[in-house]
């Protein structure tokens, strides 16, 4: 009987910008690889607890109508890395966990977790930690926490930031 143990890796060729499972055996063939697709479908099934996925053009219709801001604002916070998004199927997608109150303002929580993220995940990694549970958190993911707990959110992102720049 092979052992399996579970590894994240990106390969060389790969441009999604999506880690990839994979399965290995103690002889480092794969076994299984986990698609783009089915991490996606994944964190959808992750992600519906806590508001689920919304396309970019959803979330700037639903800022407008809410708090009066644009499609600028919406950009301006992607690009000053103060929101959650991934691109999948040509769409850009939001967790919506990371909006609170009715004006949809983003937590400061995750902007604080995002700092901590800079340059050592990618955005598709990011929304995948947000998605999986966390032993840190007691088995709950980090979007599950936000709300109750956002200090433990924050010490558990250190805590793997730490672990993967090591």
Known sequence: MQTLSTTALRPSGDVSGAPLVCLRSTNERPVRTATPDEQFIDMLGAFRRTGG???????ASLLYTRA???????ARWMVEGEVVYLEWQHDTWFPMFQFS????LTRRC???VLKE????????EIAQWFACPSAT???RS??????RNP?????AARSFRYAVDA
């Open 53 to 59: 996925l919304a396309r970019g053009h959803e979330v």
């Open 142 to 147: 980090p979007a599950d926490d936000m709300a």
């Open 137 to 139: 958190l007691g088995l």
């Open 110 to 112: 995750v902007r604080q």
């Open 101 to 104: 109150g009715q004006d949809l």
């Open 151 to 155: 200090d433990r959110v924050l010490e």
């Open 68 to 74: 009066g801001l644009n499609v600028s604002t919406l």
């Open 117 to 124: 993220f800079d340059g050592v995940l990618d955005r598709w």
